[in-house]
């Protein structure tokens, strides 16, 4: 009944959020600071205030507890409430001093604000009227008792010199200590000798009070010789300093002559400039204290006679800061939570987990807590609440405040259905999530049809509740309803599962074979469920081909349905490689590869040289470029010279080059001639580029080899004979050799 009151209180709490998300959790806006009250006013106004806010909505409630224990603000008693804040009318001291903490509650949980103290500020009266005098010698020390009575509260001490306004002046011979309020003369001196009365202030109440006067006397039995510093006043030997306060230290010595007193810290860092030295002789002021200045000092009081000294440690605090504070958190029944606090201080801060105000007991074992780590396992609604991590060292106290809101769900497939149609290959795998919403988690059940599902060896429901189905068959397809179930309800979500046929490729996997300059078609032909549209794609050596770009080349010449052929136009030896047909449908993808091989004329010969060259003849060599997938059959070697017109064929030993030669003669050469030569390969597809040239070499010289012709004579005047002759040159000589027209110009070559 509880239970379900709490869960529909939920429901309707979540169901308004979802609408508006005006419902909070309570949050502190404003918390009690720790007051200070000054007896003395006890008979004028007599109450207090503590304050306390929070925002949330609903509105929060506030309670208060003094010392953990809960005050009732009933009419009639002295507590009264106004919104958060506690009003303590007839203060008592005895009934009122202690800690209070604000309790701010809504529907979501409680939070609990930090301490805040009352105390009471006051300051008795002294209690003796009358004191023994004190006698000296002169040239001793002299400890004057200020004896302050009973009280709270800061207090300031002065001492009046014989009559009031005669107050004593301090100096390197007279000190009053603020921590006791004696009054001490480091050596007696007659102008020493009269009444002394302890002033004692409260800073909080401002009110004042005189001790009963104390007559010094010189004893007249001598004076006091010399003797070496004996420290009267002296710090504590271990002092905890908070960050950023300020540090008094006290040190006084006793002693004749009137010891001088230095500071210095053990470590011999020097003082930082924010400690003024000058200020310095019984007190040490150390302002805005920092870790670094933490360490050992010392005071050392010295006069002609000896010197003493003493030490005390200060250590650095710092209250709790919190570095890491965990979310407000929304869990389902059943999930489980972690959350960690972390937070800085010297010392080490240690923690405390509180829900709705209360300190969380861990007794059940789902809940722990491990210094900072709050972890709950097996959620339920009754883990609901606020939560608080407190971090405490002994300096101060830290709250980091979440919410955790655990939520009860009855299935819920509003956000999750199952999907609507699945649909597989026969042969294939299939996995149909199902996945409502509720908590705690409860039961999920299959149904095929009207039928509760029958699992076999191929069909089955997995841990999670999905349900798989391995190697489908035709008779898989049909309707599958999820249904899940916890306490809160039963929901469900049907799909369909539709069981296609594979698609296959038909093309078998070939290698094609073209010349360079012809078309081919790459086929790629599919057999595949009519009901399931194709998608091809090709990819020429992995990469995906762009139809419409590519030069133009690729082009796609695939019908409508079951085929995805493409057609290579004006093939190059570039378009050589690996053709990927990849074919998609709803249900699978395959994919086909061809390899294309693209046979052309040899590329160009390599490496010509020259190897050897006479006057006429010259022998070359070179290597084999590619023979393109068609091997070489036959050499071809041209020549050039600076008059020729370009490359010509010439003739050469073997005068057919075989394409298994590497080396030839080129004979019928002229003498004296720059060649160049080149080297063209063969086969079957054709005649490849030529190579580079060879570099130019220059063929023998030789004497002419024929005799001039038709030599005669006759003609000419008296004492001349003309010779005239005709020279002997072959036909050949000027169309392709031009040496003989350099030499014989007149020759019209
Ligand atoms: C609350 O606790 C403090 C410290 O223990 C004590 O001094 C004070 O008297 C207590 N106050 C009351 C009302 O019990
Ligand atoms: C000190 O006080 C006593 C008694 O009140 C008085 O007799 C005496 O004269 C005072 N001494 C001085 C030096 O004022
Ligand atoms: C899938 O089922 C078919 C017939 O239903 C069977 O021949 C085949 O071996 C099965 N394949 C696998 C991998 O179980
Ligand atoms: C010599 O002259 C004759 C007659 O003019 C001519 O037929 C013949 O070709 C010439 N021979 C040569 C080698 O030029």
């Not at 030896?573 to 993808?589: E, F, I, P």
């Not at 091997?631 to 010509?648: D, V």
């Not at 070499?697 to 004579?713: D, E, L």
């Amino acid at each position: 009944m509880m239970l379900l009151w709490k869960l529909v209180l939920l429901q309707s709490l979540m169901g308004c959020l979802a609408e508006s998300s005006v419902l909070q959790s309570p949050v502190f806006t404003k918390q009690p600071g720790s007051i200070v009250y000054p007896v003395e006013n006890l008979e004028r106004t007599r109450e207090v205030v503590f304050s306390c806010e929070a925002q949330g909505s609903p509105p929060p409630v506030y309670q208060w507890k003094l010392n953990g224990t809960e005050v009732s603000p009933k009419s009639g008693s002295h507590y009264s409430l106004s919104g958060g804040n506690l009003r303590i009318n007839h203060l008592n001291k005895d009934q009122d001093a202690g800690t209070y903490q604000c309790l701010a509650s809504n529907s979501f949980g409680t939070i609990v604000s930090r301490e805040a103290s009352l105390t009471f500020a006051y300051l008795e009266n002294f209690k003796t009227h009358r004191r023994s005098s004190v006698s000296v010698r002169e040239g001793q020390g002299v400890v004057l008792l200020c004896g302050p009575p009973p009280h709270s509260g800061d207090l300031i001490f002065s001492w009046i010199f014989n009559e009031y306004p005669t107050f004593v002046k301090q100096d390197t011979r007279r000190f009053i200590s603020q921590e006791t309020g004696n009054l001490y003369i480091a050596k007696v001196e007659p102008s020493d000798v009269g009444n002394y009365t302890c002033v004692v202030t409260n800073t909080v109440t401002k009110t004042r009070v005189q001790g009963p006067p104390t007559p010094l006397v010189l004893r007249s039995d001598g004076v006091m010789g010399e003797y070496e510093p004996k420290i009267e006043v002296q710090f504590p030997e271990f002092v905890h300093v908070a960050k950023g306060s300020t540090v008094k230290l006290e040190c006084f010595a006793l002693g004749n002559p009137v010891p001088s007193i230095n500071w210095r810290r053990v470590d011999s860092i020097p003082f930082p400039r924010k400690v003024d030295m000058r200020k310095a002789s019984g007190v040490l002021e150390i302002p805005y204290f920092q870790q670094e200045d933490a360490g050992t000092y010392e005071c050392v009081a010295e006069n002609s006679r000896g010197m003493n000294m003493v030490k005390g440690k200060l250590s650095f605090y710092a209250p709790p800061q919190l570095i890491e504070k965990p979310q407000d958190a929304q869990k389902l029944i059943d999930d489980s939570l972690v959350w960690e606090c972390k937070a800085t201080g010297k010392p080490k801060p240690s923690y405390r987990w509180m829900k709705n105000g209360e300190n969380l007991d861990s007794a059940e074992e789902r809940i722990q807590v491990a210094n900072g780590v709050l972890s709950i396992t097996r959620l339920t609604l009754s883990d609901t609440g606020m939560y608080q991590c407190v971090a405490g060292n002994k300096h101060g106290e830290v709250y980091a405040n979440m919410e955790l809101r655990v939520i009860a769900v009855a299935p819920d497939f509003s956000h999750n259905q199952l999907r609507s149609q699945t649909l597989v290959k026969v042969g294939g795998d299939v996995l149909i999530e199902c996945k409502p919403k509720m908590s705690p988690w409860g039961a999920i059940s299959w149904r095929k049809g009207s039928e509760p599902l029958r699992e076999s060896n191929r069909v089955s429901i997995l841990d999670n509740g999905n349900l798989r189905i391995w190697n489908a068959t035709k008779s898989d397809a049909g309707l599958y309803t999820c249904v899940a179930r916890n306490q809160f309800g039963v929901a469900s979500s049907t799909g369909s599962v539709t069981v296609k046929e594979p698609t296959i490729i038909t093309t078998l996997p070939s290698t094609l074979d073209v010349s360079v300059g012809e078309s081919v078609v790459l086929p790629c032909q599919v057999s595949h469920d009519p009901s399931l549209e194709l998608k091809f794609t090709w990819f020429f050596n992995e990469q995906l081909i762009h139809f419409g770009s590519h030069g133009g080349f690729f082009e796609k010449v695939g019908g409508q349905h079951s085929a995805g052929d493409i057609m290579i136009r004006n093939v190059q030896l570039r378009h050589a490689g690996k053709y990927t047909c990849a074919v998609q449908t709803k249900v699978d993808s395959i994919s086909i590869a061809v390899d294309l091989v693209v046979r052309g004329p040899p590329g160009p010969p390599t490496s010509i040289h020259v190897e050897e060259i006479s006057d006429t003849t010259a022998s070359l060599s070179w290597r084999p470029g590619p023979d393109n997938h068609s091997p070489i059959t036959a050499y071809t070697i041209q020549a050039r010279t600076p008059f020729s017109l370009g490359w010509q064929a010439v003739t050469t030993v073997p005068e057919v080059v075989g394409g298994n030669r590497l080396t030839a003669t080129v004979i019928d050469l002229s003498p004296w001639v720059e060649y160049e030569f080149r080297v063209l390969a063969s086969n079957t597809v054709g005649t490849g580029e030529p190579s580079k040239p060879s570099k130019q070499a220059r063929t023998k010289g030789t004497s002419p080899k024929v005799t001039p012709a038709n030599v005669s004579g006759g003609g000419g005047s008296r004492s001349e004979l003309v010779i005239t002759w005709e020279v002997s040159i072959y036909s050949g000589c000027c169309k392709i050799i031009s040496p003989c027209c350099e030499m014989f110009p007149e020759n019209h070559c």
